[in-house]
Nanobody, 118 residues
């Protein structure tokens, strides 16, 4: 059974930092592209960051470039999102996604809330 469990969300003041973590199980982690998405109230889900199988070829949404960093640890089956210089507009539910390259299957976590406010 595939599971993606996000953690690390919470409340932070503008300018602060948070690190989200996605713990994966039930599939071969090293064969999945890992992505973080977010969805704010009333808005569509948007791609935040993506990392390929070997941890290179990283992609970021325009709104987070230079502030967020995605990493993966294929030994621990985790994908982290380091978020710095957070802004109120970063407030959203953040979701972890695994895209299994062989077969094209995609799986989602349950999401973790990030709130940036003073």
């Amino acid at each position: 059974q595939v599971r993606l469990v996000e953690s690390g969300g919470g409340w932070v003041q503008p300018g602060g930092s948070l690190t989200l973590s996605c713990a994966a199980s039930g599939f071969i982690f090293s064969q999945a592209i890992m992505r973080w998405y977010r969805q704010a109230p009333g808005k569509e889900r948007e791609l935040v960051a993506a990392v390929n199988l070997a941890g290179i070829g990283i992609d970021y949404g325009d709104s987070v470039k230079g502030r967020f960093t995605i990493t993966r640890d294929n030994a621990k089956d985790t994908a982290d999102l380091q978020m710095n210089s957070l802004k109120p507009e970063d407030t959203a539910v953040y979701y972890c996604q695994a895209h299994i390259v062989l077969g094209g299957y995609e799986y989602w976590g349950q999401g973790t809330q990030v709130t940036v406010s003073s």
